[in-house]
């Protein structure tokens, strides 16, 4: 019995692997992107720096962006459910990595207040698609231990609009 219940699973798994591309299904929890590539984060690539030709911060591991909204309620009183209208998007990027020479220009500008440029590749590979803007950056941990590489963590909080640039 188990053997006729393992070869249904097969069966069963060879016959969506060939179903979901033919009918441009999504299977669930696989980020889908433009063109239906699924994005390998690791060749990601940030940019900071004071001048609009800013360098490139080698030794990221975690990327993360927050461009959640705050929304107003909009209910009245003929309204099924309630109802809510965006405000104001947010921007927020947060860096972990190791340290590199290049660092060195975060801490400076972070300590003088700087309102420097950044550019953001989720793949550096598709320089058509990135995050760029003006803003101020944060240091908020650097850890040079003994016994390990040095760890940053760091962000970047927007001083104007910031524009995504894509397909």
Do not use: C
Not at 45 to 66: K, M, Q
Not at 143 to 151: H, K, Q, S
Request: proline share 5%; aromatic share 14%.
């Amino acid at each position: 019995m188990r053997d006729i219940i393992r070869r249904w699973r097969l069966w069963f798994a060879a016959l969506v692997a060939r179903l979901v591309p033919a009918l441009g299904l999504r299977l669930a929890g696989l980020p889908q992107m433009a063109g239906g590539a699924i994005l390998a984060a690791r060749d990601a690539a940030v940019y900071w720096g004071s001048t609009v030709s800013p360098s490139r911060i080698a030794e990221t591991r975690n990327i993360s962006i927050d461009m959640s909204s705050d929304f107003i309620d909009g209910t009245a009183h003929t309204d099924k459910n309630r109802v809510f209208a965006p405000t104001f998007t947010k921007f927020n990027a947060t860096m972990t990595g190791l340290y590199d020479n290049a660092v060195w220009t975060v801490f400076t500008d972070a300590l003088s207040q700087v309102n420097g440029y950044f550019y953001i590749y989720p793949k550096s590979s598709v320089n058509t698609q990135y995050f760029y803007g003006r803003g101020y950056v944060s240091v908020d941990t650097a850890a040079f231990p003994y016994d390990n590489f040095g760890e940053l963590n760091w962000s970047i909080k927007p001083s104007n609009q910031v524009t995504a640039v894509g397909p």
